[in-house]
């Protein structure tokens, strides 16, 4: 439904999919750094204001730095 909407609106499948990439990075980060524990408790906090502040690179930084911080259990 909200594909063909886009599609109706002028937007191709390419635009479509340019649009889709950094949204999908966002929700996987966020859903991971809310999932996930830290060495440090306030390490959580700061990156989920990193990836809601920053959308698609924020994303892409929890994914280099962040999960270098987790803890392994």
């Given amino acids: 439904m909200a594909a063909s909407t886009l599609l109706f609106m002028g937007l191709g499948s390419f635009e479509l999919l340019i649009l889709l990439i950094p949204v999908g990075l966002t929700i996987w980060a966020l859903i991971d750094a809310i999932k996930s524990d830290f060495q440090k408790d306030i390490n959580k906090l ?3 204001i990193v990836i809601v502040g920053m959308p698609f690179f924020g994303g892409i930084l929890y994914f ?4 270098k911080q987790k803890s392994v259990v």
């Fill in 64 to 67: 280099l730095i962040g999960s």
């Fill in 46 to 48: 700061v990156w989920i």
